[in-house]
């Protein structure tokens, strides 16, 4: 099923890998502006570089404080949030801290 997109929209993606990477790239290649927002700033200012219109903040989502910050950075550079793509987090590959990785099943 085809997805109607509206391009020229200010994305805001939390995490830079992975799933929100592929969205970023697919948000920019449709006109998006893109921010990102995650922990490793080498893995935003990686990502940044391959996207015509984009900015980031690198910090723990887990911080609050952080995060109001990182919203503010956004809206900073672009003036405005027109969609969120929520998607950093722990994988189970990876596991939490303190924990062992999920096993294959």
């Not at 956004?74 to 994988?91: K, T």
Request: hydrophobic share 45%; proline share 3%; aromatic share 6%.
């Amino acid at each position: 099923r085809k997805v109607e997109t509206v391009g020229d929209l200010n994305f805001l993606i939390t995490g830079a890998t992975g799933i929100a990477e592929a969205t970023a790239l697919g948000a920019a290649a449709q006109g998006d502006s893109v921010f990102v927002i995650s922990r490793t700033e080498a893995h935003c200012r990686d990502l940044c570089a391959r996207l015509p219109d984009a900015g980031y903040h690198a910090c723990d989502l887990r911080d609050e404080c952080a995060v109001a910050a990182a919203f503010d950075a956004c809206l900073q550079r672009f003036g405005g949030v027109e969609a969120v793509f929520n998607v950093a987090g722990i994988s189970g590959r990876r596991g939490a801290p303190g924990r062992a990785p999920a096993r294959g099943r």
